[in-house]
C-alpha cells in the first residue's frame, strides 16, 4: 500500500480532518497536505 493511502484510509477510520491529524502529531495541515500530494515526506 502506498504510504499517503495508508495515512488517508487511517484518517478516514478515525473520522479525522487533516487538522486533526497534524494536531495530533505535532505538525501543520500544510506539512499533512505535502504528505498527502507526495511533495514531501517524514520518513
Given at each position: 500500500?502506498?504510504?499517503n493511502?495508508?495515512?488517508?484510509?487511517?484518517?478516514?477510520?478515525?473520522?479525522?480532518?487533516?487538522?486533526?491529524?497534524?494536531?495530533?502529531?505535532?505538525?501543520?495541515?500544510?506539512?499533512?497536505?505535502?504528505?498527502?500530494?507526495?511533495?514531501?515526506?517524514?520518513?
Amino acid at each position: 500500500m502506498v504510504r499517503n493511502e495508508r495515512l488517508r484510509q487511517q484518517r478516514i477510520q478515525r473520522n479525522w480532518r487533516q487538522q486533526d491529524v497534524a494536531n495530533h502529531i505535532g505538525t501543520t495541515t500544510i506539512t499533512i497536505q505535502r504528505w498527502k500530494h507526495y511533495l514531501h515526506f517524514p520518513w
